[in-house]
């Protein structure tokens, strides 16, 4: 299976997240904790799923919403740029 961030950012608790999807079994978020591992907030494994039929699937819709909500709700400024992420990768992702 492979796994793809799809945008990294900064939380309301100063921790770094990474929003991500893993072929066929959905998509999440995941953020650092304390301790410096990753710990998986949310994840919808209908959310990759949504459109496998070969129909059209709007995006914002079902689970994906629930997803973008989160990230909307809990994301502090903007997603970090490809520079700054590979700044927080190279400090091990701590702030």
């Given at each position: 299976m492979r796994t793809a961030v799809i945008q990294s950012f900064m939380n309301t608790n100063?921790?770094?997240c990474r929003e991500y999807v893993v072929e066929s079994a959905g998509r999440?978020?995941?953020?650092?904790t304390a301790e410096g591992e990753?710990?998986?907030?949310?994840h919808s494994?209908?959310?990759?799923?949504?459109g496998a039929s070969g129909q059209y699937s709007p995006?914002?819709?079902?689970?994906?919403?629930?997803?973008d909500g989160y990230v909307h709700q809990v994301m502090q400024g903007d997603?970090?740029?490809?520079?700054?992420e590979k700044a927080a990768i190279s400090k091990k992702w701590r702030p």
């Open positions: 100063d921790r770094y999440g978020v995941a953020c650092r990753w710990q998986v907030i949310l494994a209908s959310a990759a799923n949504s995006a914002g819709t079902g689970q994906d919403q629930l997803i997603a970090l740029t490809a520079e700054a």
